[in-house]
Structures are given as C-alpha cells and as structure tokens.
C-alpha cells in the first residue's frame, strides 16, 4: 500500500486551532514519518501517512482469500488423495493473498518469487482469488 503525504502549517498566531486540526488528522491516520521546519512565522509540517480503514480493508481481503484458499486447497487435496502441501506450500498462501493476482500470468510471476510451480493448479487458485473478490465487491 503507498503512502499519502498531508502538510499543515502550525502558526504563530493561532497554535492552538492549528494543534487541534493537526491532531484530529493523526488520529485517523497510521503516520510513516514525519517532517518539520520553522519559516514565516509558523512550523511547517509534512506527514507522511497510510490511512486506517485502507490497512483494515485490505487486511480483511487478504484474510477472506486466505481463508477460500485454504478451504480450496483442502477439497482439492482430498480429491486427488494427496497433502495439501503438495497442492501449494502453507507459506505460498498468505502471500497469493497478499497480491491477488487475477490472472494466471500475476499467479505465474508471484509463484516464481515464492519458488513455486503454479502450472497444475494455477487456473483453480486465480478462480479462487477471484471469486473471493467479486464476492466482497457485490
């Protein structure tokens, strides 16, 4: 997710009102870094930040694909007999879920990154992925 940068400016003559905006912000925020100087007659402020209901929707995205994920892998490993490992490592999960690829090319690039095959099952992992997503979405 990308930050976000906001300035403000906390001027002499009105601290106080300045304060309070600037406070109100940062308690709707998760701030990366913070930045100041004094000029002019107030403090310059430049906050770099990542909104809240942003990380806490993606995290129950990514806890929603993990969760269909792990359900798939399950019935797709009872019905070709095998473990669930073979049909994609425990660890390979939460990062499919991480990127969300829709496609079997994204699947492709990720499960190389994680040193995975994605070839046997790579169609029914990215059905899964989008299912999910239109799920979440309607």
Do not use: C
Request: net charge negative.
């Amino acid at each position: 997710m990308s930050s976000e940068i906001r300035t403000f400016k906390i001027r002499d003559a009105a601290v106080h009102e300045d304060e309070l905006a600037l406070g109100e912000f940062l308690r709707t925020v998760d701030v990366a870094r913070i930045e100041t100087t004094y000029a002019g007659d107030a403090w310059h402020i430049l906050v770099m930040f990542e909104e809240l209901r942003k990380r806490e929707e993606t995290a129950q995205i990514q806890s929603a694909i993990v969760a269909a994920l792990n359900h798939w892998r399950a019935q797709a490993a009872a019905a070709h007999n095998i473990d669930r490992e073979s049909i994609m490592p425990s660890s390979a999960v939460q990062e499919i879920a991480r990127y969300a690829p829709t496609t079997e090319i994204e699947l492709t690039v990720v499960g190389s990154a994680l040193g995975i095959d994605t070839s046997v099952f790579g169609a029914a992992i990215v059905q899964v992925v989008r299912q999910t997503l239109e799920e979440l979405t309607s």
